[in-house]
């Protein structure tokens, strides 16, 4: 069996990460955990990333640009409304496909509110940074519309509570949606 590269092995790591830290939160999981997850040892861990918190950004960034990338290939040439659907179509599928997704990123927007009410606002500034360059890769095939953009982002985090909160596919609360970013099946009551 051929030896991972460091780089290759940090892949791994980002990738435990995002799973670890998608499911316990950033206090709730440990270094050990992820470490565990991956076949590598603590310290070997703390060779590759310099401390949590850099593993955390690490997985963090890794999640907005999976979302990103996701929205860039569902509107690759398409604009205005067209673009929209297929945004919104994109990323449903993304989080009823991949859950850890939805679940890392409710968890970082959590981490960064705790560490900024603990005074550190460098992380805050590097989240924020991976999202607005999410904001930016929604407006521009939305025509660079304000209002569109932050519809779009709206209706997002509305998806993002209520698909974390439980509610199946086909339940009511899913009518109001964007034709294609409805969830498909029969509504409950």
Not at 116 to 127: C, I, K, M, S, W
Not at 137 to 146: C, K, Q, R, W
Request: aromatic share 10%; net charge negative; hydrophobic share 45%.
């Amino acid at each position: 069996m051929a030896r991972m590269s460091a780089d290759e092995r940090r892949e791994s790591v980002i990738r435990a990460a995002m799973h670890e830290f998608a499911r316990g939160g950033y206090y709730g999981t440990s270094t050990e955990a992820i470490a565990k997850r991956v076949g590598v040892s603590q310290p070997y861990l703390f060779r590759l990333f310099p401390n949590k918190q850099a593993i955390f950004v690490a997985a963090a960034s890794r999640c907005l640009a999976d979302t990103r990338r996701v929205f860039a290939e569902a509107a690759e040439g398409l604009h205005g409304e067209e673009a929209l659907h297929a945004m919104a179509e994109a990323y449903t599928r993304l989080i009823a496909e991949d859950p850890d997704k939805l679940q890392m990123q409710l968890q970082t927007y959590v981490a960064v509110a705790a560490a900024e009410a603990a005074g550190d606002r460098e992380f805050g500034e590097l989240v924020r940074a991976g999202w607005l360059e999410l904001w930016d890769t929604v407006h521009l095939p939305l025509g660079a519309d304000v209002n569109e953009t932050t519809t779009f982002m709206a209706y997002g985090m509305l998806i993002n509570t209520l698909a974390a909160m439980g509610f199946p596919p086909g339940h009511r609360i899913w009518e109001g949606f964007y034709t294609s970013a409805r969830t498909k099946g029969d509504p409950e009551e």
